[in-house]
Structures are given as C-alpha cells and as structure tokens.
C-alpha cells in the first residue's frame, strides 16, 4: 500500500467521535504520527493503546489556554504539524429561533467556530509549508433546516474561516478545505434523529434516509477517506474548497 501520510504529524481534534478516530485510524495505516484532542478520550485510548506514534490530549478546544498547551505538546511529542484536522463540533437542539436557547446557541459556535479559530491561529506557525487543513463542517454548511439555527450558522461560519485562510496561506503552499457531510451513522447523528423523530412523529432516521438521493446515511470511513484525499498530495491542488460527502443531500 502506498503510504501516502508517511512521516507525517496529524492534529484531530475531535478525535474521540467516530468521524475523528476513523480519521486518525486511516492516517496511521498510511504511516502517520497522530495528536488526538477531545474532552472524552476513552475510545482514542483503547483504539490506540501503547501507541507510540499516537499521543491523546484531553482539552477544551473553545479555550485558547487549552488550545496552545495541546500544539505546544504535539510539537514537543512529533515535531511541525503536516495536518490539522478541526473537527470538534456539537449538534445542539432542534428548536425555531425564537425559542432557541441562548446558551446552546452560544456553545455551538463556540465549539464549531471559536475550536477551529483557534486550532488554526495556534498550529499555523507550526506547520510545514504544503501542508494542509481541513475543517468540519456539514451539508448544513451549504443548506439549511428549520430548526437548526446554531449548527446552520456554525457550519457556514467555518467556510468563511476556510476561505480567508486558503489565501492567507496558500503562499506557503498550505491548502485549506471544509468537508460538509449529511447525515452519518454514529452516535452523534442518532442522537439528533431521536430529537427530530419527536417533533415530526416519525422515523427521524427514515425521513432522512428518504431525503438522500444514495438513500442511506455515510460510513464514518467514507469521510475519513475524504480527509485523506485533501490532507495529502492526493489533493494537491484543491484549496478553498468545500467537499460535499453527503449523497447528494445538498443537491
């Protein structure tokens, strides 16, 4: 197999969930050194039990204290950062806007924007030149939904983040890209269909299995793979660019 990640340092943060350890998973069957950051690191842990080219920070990734301590730890672990991958995020509620709790709304931008704000301002003086970023965002992020008034603006609000620094950066040669996934099978994703399954008094998996043109939720390895693809010279010149990996969700 060609390893396309050899030698190279990889920052998750997020990489506790099951989109973040796929990622990290596929990375380092690709010859990565890994830097996975979360506030639950349990599954990380025993994914990657005495793993030498693997070091799990817990961390609040809306805490620019947090955040500068776990970059100063993986650059003392591995060295110049090769990718950073901002994947941190929380779904909040399903709520109209006028009863749609301030605290949540303020916790989810402050997870999605402010997370990726900082891991970006923090790792860039960090990273190798022709390196990468790729920041999570969601079909939400090119669409939108009654109901979800915080993850729709957090997930729009990370393509301008991406768009300012894919040419702020792009003179180093480092590309910077969102990825924008539908609905994926993980606990993330149920909890939320449980949620709209109550206010529509239906199958929230269902409805929205029937509004995806594949017809069925993605695999967390098919977005790692996307990852892959711009976090390595397999996507070489795309920057600036946001992926839909969501069935044709957003069409």
């Not at 340092?9 to 989109?19: A, L, Y």
């Not at 994947?87 to 402050?110: H, K, T």
């Amino acid at each position: 197999m060609n390893h396309l990640a050899d030698g190279k340092h990889c920052v998750i943060t997020g990489g506790g969930g099951s989109i973040g350890l796929a990622a990290a998973r596929l990375l380092h069957e690709h010859g990565a050194a890994l830097t996975l950051v979360d506030r639950n690191l349990a599954a990380a842990h025993a994914a990657f039990a005495d793993n030498d080219r693997v070091i799990c920070i817990e961390a609040d990734v809306t805490s620019a204290g947090d955040t500068a301590a776990y970059i100063a730890a993986a650059i003392e672990k591995f060295g110049p950062i090769d990718l950073l991958f901002a994947n941190a995020g929380i779904a909040g509620v399903i709520r109209p806007v006028q009863d749609y709790p301030d605290d949540v709304f303020d916790a989810v931008l402050a997870v999605s924007v402010r997370g990726a704000f900082l891991a970006c301002k923090h790792a860039i003086p960090a990273m190798r030149d022709h390196g990468a970023i790729v920041i999570m965002s969601s079909v939400m992020g090119l669409t939108a939904d009654p109901g979800v008034a915080a993850y729709a603006t957090a997930k729009h609000a990370v393509v301008g983040l991406m768009r300012v620094l894919a040419k702020e950066l792009a003179p180093r040669g480092i590309r910077v890209n969102t990825i924008h996934p539908g609905p994926v099978d993980n606990d993330f994703q149920t909890d939320i269909e449980v949620s709209l399954g109550a206010i529509l008094g239906t199958d929230g998996t269902e409805f929205l299995n029937n509004a995806i043109p594949l017809r069925r939720h993605a695999r967390p390895a098919e977005i790692a793979r996307t990852v892959l693809y711009l976090g390595t010279e397999l996507g070489s010149f795309t920057t600036g660019a946001t992926i839909a990996v969501d069935g044709g969700m957003s069409i």
